[in-house]
């Protein structure tokens, strides 16, 4: 998992070499996705990091990037492969942009939370 805030050994020693170019608050906010203006997105929480993929399946070749766990927005739902994890089953795949980048990329729906689990049908389109 990546560090979600810079530590203050690291704040110190950036400030010592001269790299530090902002104020130490602003380089320790999390890094929250922020919804992008033309899209019409829901915000929905992920319980772990996991890979994304290019299509709705956790085949390793479809392997994108990474969504980290927290709160991240998404576009739609559809049918895809069925995988198993954090204690569900279900066959569908949320578009979402991850963490690295990588943009209208797929993650199963059975690593979000429980309320998100349950109604993420009901509060997102299908693509």
């Given at each position: ?66 969504l980290y766990r927290g709160t991240s927005y998404f576009y ?52």
């Amino acid at each position: 998992m990546r560090p979600r805030f810079l530590t203050s050994a690291l704040l110190a020693a950036l400030a010592t070499a001269g790299l530090m170019v902002a104020a130490p608050q602003a380089l320790a906010a999390p890094q929250v996705p922020h919804s992008p203006a033309s899209a019409s997105t829901y915000n929905l929480t992920t319980v772990i990091d996991q890979w994304t993929h290019w299509s709705p399946d956790a085949n390793t070749s479809s392997h994108a990037g990474t969504l980290y766990r927290g709160t991240s927005y998404f576009y739609c739902w559809t049918y895809g492969a069925t995988y198993s994890n954090n204690g569900h089953t279900d066959n569908v795949w949320l578009r979402t942009d991850d963490d690295t980048g990588n943009r209208g990329v797929y993650v199963s729906d059975v690593n979000l939370d429980l309320w998100g689990w349950q109604h993420d049908q009901q509060v997102l389109p299908q693509c």
